[in-house]
């Protein structure tokens, strides 16, 4: 080494230092950095400190240069100093400098005593202490060299302590105590090494000089601190003072490796990222593992896994223990839990103290010299598990719990989720036989399906047919999915999925209990704590403090950021236990809070975002819970959207329930989330559902206005007929009733129908009495719906001059009445009816503003319909990959609208933009393909378009059949007074 800074600086690998005092700091500071630059400035500190010259600079440059010749005296070469202008620096290899070679000694000290090589480690801990001279850089009296100094000086300590360590579990206490005293008189108030040398003495039976020990250092600490000895010393003290001879000659018999953990399962499944995380964070040095998960997600198999993987690691003591934290026992205490491990470490019974503190302090001490691995399986609390972790850095603990422990310190938590599909059916082929569920992988991913995803509902559905090798999986697979009480299927001996649940139930509070069972009645996926406090009566904060506590226990699991959700057979567990007959009255009134909540916060909603008025809605009593209602219903559409899957179940629930009114109120509050959103097969179920109900109360009123909603949803899908059959039904209704404003609303929406079916005559018929009616009754909003639908009529009629006229009038009622969406239709119209009539620059303006607020308000059929109008435009422009792009884009709205007529729109004017880029064959398909679904609709524009479109692809190759689809078509455009009857009658007279 040519370098020396473990005692007093040394240069040159000899005993030859440097003389001047500034040359000595400015060396110091470079190799205290070595390998790094270290400022002018901080250089300049270290030398003058608070009062530097003004020619600092200068004369540092000069310390440099005297010191770049003495180590060329000493045969060292001068660039060893290197000058940059940041700074200085000195470049050293690996073994120059002695502060190197002793941080890699200790380094693989530390190493092999990690790996149980305690007599290696001894070896490298007595190499790497053997370099050290004195304090190091000795003699300099720098500030800055002093403080970095310091350092070293505690990186030599905190060896030494490691070394102690492991030569006292090498039974050498005796050779330690003249080192250990002498340390101790040095650094009088370092607990460590007090407790090693207390340790030395109680080796070779000298307990009252270890007293004594104990003793100054308590008046040291009194004296210089003011505070008492720290906990583990006081517990060293109190074992010392008992005269247990556990600690006393532990070192002097031979530790005996303990191995104490359940046998590992073969059939190990799944949980691969979890498994390679927790044996990284381990490698990392992270020695506490918290695993937390729901009954029966495979807690105690994961961690008895990685304790069997990691094994070899933990020579000395491989202890397991069941806490009974959630079981049929009660769960074991700190004490009785540390008496069992002491007797699986061969501590004798009689040694065992009776105290609570003295039975932990010798636990403590047992595990002080052992490098061990320790399972706590199955922990009920933080403050059961705590006292039993031991100290220092050489034990690995993996704890289990039902519940999340968050007050564990070091603890690095992972949540074992369930399953995925792969994972459970190779579950269930290790338990079934893999040939099995090769055989039937559908019906093995169904079962999978049902258990939950959970590994114990797995294990034991299969154990299940693992004992009925008659019964195929599809056969479990139906029974699990028709039973009404599936938990029943989750049973093998004294084993079951229901009890498991039970006990996690038993650990929370009896209020949490009780919000627990009624999360059990909501019919959706995910909830919030708003639904919590509603059904539970609670106000926010007091639903979220049990959430919290449900999650932690693992009953209720957080899907995301205040959003929870029930594991399906938790549900199912949920369900059981409110539906138990002395809840009834406690569960009819839970679900009526549920449904109450639901649908007025749903209403509040809808009133702000439906084109009617306000007086077209449902009329609802005043909620029970007006203060959450308030709350959620600023949420808006965000809350509709994410809700959207819920409304059927709601409904469905209300039918069953027998909540009529709410079930009949609650269709008509989502129809427009649903409606808008393209989900027209649940309108109809929630809608055919609210007029059983309505028809049951015998409620007139709200029959029509079921028939009316439950008309729109076959409009949109296509089934004209039909929408017309109950639209004239609700129509009559209404009249019966005399209730004017819904009369005439459902007047225009017969119109809208009549006008889809092409029976244009009849539409405006339905539209100007509706308009009458709306301008009686001075109602503007509805007097626009009126004008919107008829501007579309009479331009599909090809009376394009009083449509313009119309969509005129339209646009400023909209603008008057100050409506965002009325505005967006108005402007679509009217850029639609520019195009047409060939004014296509301000067409062109009109549609962009027109597709800017569809976007805005969300209105995805009114942006597909914009979309398509600008892709025609395009086409005609000559550029139809643009044209094509949009009406791809028009076909994705369309279909999240739901809108299957307007599909086949968007696909005819796709194909068209494709046959303009010269792919015949794939428009000539395309457009085929819209004829066959066109005419399952009935809808005879489209297939009026989709003949033409296929006599255009055909013209040039097959005139004849191109004559024969013209034909067709023409028949079909004359029928419904399409004024696209003359473009084919000009192809027509082109073909000759």
Request: hydrophobic share 45%; net charge neutral; with cysteine.
């Amino acid at each position: 080494m040519r370098f020396g800074i473990l005692g007093p600086l040394r240069v040159g690998g000899g005993g030859s230092t440097i003389t001047a005092g500034r040359d000595r700091i400015v060396l110091a500071m470079l190799l205290l950095r070595s390998g790094r630059l270290v400022p002018v400035e901080e250089l300049v500190d270290a030398v003058w400190e608070d009062r530097p010259p003004a020619t600092a600079r200068a004369q540092l440059q000069t310390c440099v240069s005297r010191l770049r010749r003495r180590l060329g005296e000493l045969g060292l070469a001068p660039e060893t100093i290197v000058t940059d202008p940041a700074g200085y620096g000195v470049r050293t290899e690996p073994s120059d400098l002695d502060a190197q070679v002793f941080a890699r000694g200790v380094e693989a000290a530390r190493a092999a005593a990690a790996a149980g090589r305690l007599v290696d480690a001894r070896t490298g801990y007595r190499d790497a202490l053997a370099l050290w001279r004195g304090p190091a850089l000795g003699g300099i009296p720098s500030r800055s060299v002093r403080r970095r100094a310091q350092a070293l000086d505690e990186q030599r300590l905190t060896a030494l302590e490691e070394c102690v360590d492991v030569e006292l579990r090498l039974g050498r206490g005796a050779d330690l105590i003249d080192e250990l005293a002498e340390s101790v008189d040095q650094h009088p108030l370092r607990e460590r090494l007090r407790a090693q040398l207390m340790l030395a003495l109680s080796s070779v039976g000298r307990q009252a000089d270890a007293l004594a020990v104990y003793r100054e250092g308590r008046r040291s600490y009194a004296d210089e601190l003011g505070i008492e000895p720290g906990v583990e010393l006081q517990e060293l003290h109190q074992r010392v003072l008992a005269g247990d001879l556990a600690l006393a000659g532990r070192e002097g018999r031979p530790i005996a490796p303990v191995r104490s953990l359940p046998r590992a399962i073969g059939d190990f499944t799944g949980r691969q990222q979890t498994l390679a995380r927790l044996l990284k964070d381990v490698e990392a040095g992270a020695r506490i593992q918290l695993i937390d998960g729901m009954a029966g997600s495979g807690k105690t198999t994961l961690a008895v896994h990685v304790a069997t993987a990691l094994a070899d690691d933990y020579p000395d003591a491989q202890l397991y223990i069941d806490l009974h934290g959630h079981s049929e026992r009660t769960p074991l205490t700190p004490a009785a839990a540390v008496a069992t491990l002491l007797r699986q470490l061969g501590v004798p019974a009689e040694r065992v103290p009776t105290n609570q503190d003295d039975r932990l302090a010798l636990w403590r001490t047992e595990l002080a010299g052992r490098r061990a691995l320790l399972v706590l399986d199955n922990a009920a609390s933080a403050d059961q598990v705590t006292p039993l972790l031991p100290n220092g850095s050489h034990c690995l603990i993996l704890i289990t719990s039902r519940r999340r422990l968050v007050g564990v310190d070091e603890g690095r938590p992972s949540s074992l989720p369930v399953l995925d599909t792969d994972e459970g059916v190779e579950l269930l082929g290790h338990v079934v036989g893999v040939d099995r569920v090769a055989a039937e992988p559908e019906a093995a991913a169904e079962v999978v399906r049902r258990c939950g995803h959970l590994p114990l509902a797995i294990r034991l559905a299969g154990a299940r047919l693992a004992h009925r090798p008659r019964w195929r999986i599809a056969d479990l697979a139906e029974r699990l999915s028709t039973r009404p009480d599936p938990l029943a299927e989750f049973e093998a001996g004294d084993r079951s999925v229901g009890r498991a649940f039970a006990l996690s139930y038993a650990q929370v509070s009896p209020v949490a209990q009780r919000a627990f069972r009624l999360l059990g009645l909501h019919p959706g996926v995910r909830f919030d704590n708003a639904v919590a406090a509603v059904l539970g009566e609670l106000t926010l904060p007091d639903a979220q403090d049990l959430l919290d506590e449900l999650v932690d226990a693992h009953l209720v699991e957080e899907a995301e950021p205040g959003r929870y959700r029930l594991h399906d057979l938790v549900r199912e567990y949920a369900r059981t236990l409110v539906a138990e007959p002395e809840r009834a009255g406690e569960r009819r009134d839970a679900i009526e809070r549920l449904l109450d909540h639901h649908l007025h916060v749903a209403t509040a909603i809808a009133r702000k975002r439906e084109l009617t008025s306000a007086y077209s809605l449902i009329v609802v009593a005043a909620p029970i819970r007006a203060d959450l209602v308030t709350i959620v219903a600023e949420q808006g559409r965000a809350w509709l959207d994410e809700n959207l899957a819920l409304w059927t179940a709601l409904v469905r629930l209300a039918e069953t329930e027998g909540f009529l009114q709410q079930c009949w109120q609650l269709a008509r509050a989502c129809w427009h989330a649903q409606f808008e959103s393209g989900r027209l097969d649940e309108l109809i179920e929630t809608h055919s559902a609210g007029l059983r109900a309505a028809e049951e109360l015998g409620d007139d009123r709200a029959v029509a206005t079921m028939l009316n909603y439950l008309a729109s949803a076959h409009h949109r899908l296509g089934n004209f007929s039909e929408s017309t059959r109950v639209m004239e039904r609700s129509l009559e209704i209404f009249r019966r009733l005399g209730l004017r404003r819904e009369y005439r609303n459902t007047l225009g929406n017969l119109g809208t129908s009549y006008a889809a079916s092409y029976e244009f005559r009849r539409a405006q018929e339905c539209y100007d009495a509706a308009r009458a009616l709306a301008t009686q009754m001075r109602d503007k909003e509805s007097l626009a719906n009126e004008l919107n639908n008829l501007s579309m009529t009479l331009l599909l009629w090809g009376r394009a001059d009083e449509a313009l006229g119309t969509a005129r009038r339209h646009l400023g009622i909209a603008r008057e009445v100050g409506d965002l969406r009325r505005i967006g239709n108005a402007l679509g119209h009217l850029g639609m009816i520019r195009h047409r009539m060939g004014d296509v620059r301000p067409a062109r303006r009109l549609l962009g503003v027109a597709l800017r607020i569809k976007r805005q308000v969300g209105a995805r059929f009114g942006e597909g319909e914009v979309l398509n109008e600008i892709g025609m435009m395009e086409r005609e422009a000559g550029r139809p990959e643009r044209a094509a792009d949009l009406h791809r884009a028009a076909l994705v709205a369309m279909t999240e609208a739901g809108d299957r007529v307007a599909q086949c729109g968007s696909r005819n004017l796709l194909a068209r933009a494709i046959l303009d880029q010269g792919d015949v064959t794939s428009a000539l398909d395309l457009h085929r393909r819209v004829l066959a679904d066109a005419a399952a609709l009935g809808a005879r524009y489209e297939q009026a378009q989709a003949l033409e479109g296929v006599a255009r692809c055909l013209m040039p190759t097959d005139p004849a059949t191109a004559r024969l689809h013209l034909t067709r078509a023409l028949s079909l455009l004359r029928q419904i007074e399409s004024p696209d009857r003359h473009e084919v009658e000009r192809l027509l007279a082109e073909l000759g």
